[in-house]
């Protein structure tokens, strides 16, 4: 037998028990709702990304102003924006150096993150104009060339691309980002002065260019891109690009891009299936601008 004092506490704690039981669906709800994010986010742990580092040590691609090779800018930057990937969570992403000069180093880029199976290609590289462009001046002694007319970003994808649609989109978030972190893109590739080096704007808002050719972009069997992350011959933009404030700027704009291109992409997959039973249309291409 219980004294009073004991059956009073079992009552209230029967009491409390059947509370608690109570809001048992919300409970359940809870659980549910903290599931299925589960399955439909990005995996970051599990998402590759290769950060190609334009140019070699012995071919540096362009040369700055102030007689700085490309391929230096190319190495900070790519280092940089791995760090913050890594930080992010994206812990497989990977530097992808080659001191094989092009064409063959260029292929040898594309079998690796193949191989890899990486999930995004990133190719990083530093702005230049073609020589008939540039002006002559002194710097440290020495004859340097400049063009201060043309600056910002300018990113490439390739219709030879497998995954055209992915590029694009890529390209897209990428500008987007970069954008909303107050840089702005370059036009000049549209211009005609650019002769065959012109290429055509495929989004006049993020600045996202068509270049088929490039070789690390149409060979690669990921979503793939190039950034010029800004012109090295501008003698203002150089110096800004060789600052650490703006590689933190476009480190972030990319890792930005890269978990909102992982959260797209898991949405995808998850909703695949459904839209298979009932698909009396297939997804439009990538819209041009005309
Ligand atoms: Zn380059």
Known sequence: MMAPGRACAALLAALVMALC????????????????????????ANFRVVLDVGHTVEVPGAISARGVPEYQFNLQLATDAKAALVAAGF?????LITSKPPPFGLFERALRANAMAADLFIAIHHDSVPDLLLQTWQYDGQDEHYNDSFAG????VSYGNADRAGSLQFGQLLGAALQARGLGYTPHYTFALMAH??????DPDTGVYRYDQLVVLKETRMPAVLLEA??????????????????????AAITAAVEDFCAARARRHH???VKRTSEPRRANGPRTAR
């Open 91 to 95: 812990d497989k992403t990977v530097l």
């Open 197 to 202: 080096r012109r290429r055509q704007l495929l």
């Open 21 to 44: 039981a109570g809001p048992g669906p919300a409970h359940g709800e809870d659980a549910g709702t903290a599931a299925t994010p589960k399955q439909t986010s990005c995996q970051r």
């Open 230 to 251: 800004g012109s090295i011959v501008n003698r203002g933009e150089e110096l800004a690009l060789a600052s650490p404030a703006r590689r933190a700027l476009e480190s």
């Open 153 to 156: 970003y300018a990113i490439f």
């Open 271 to 273: 909703e695949r299936p």
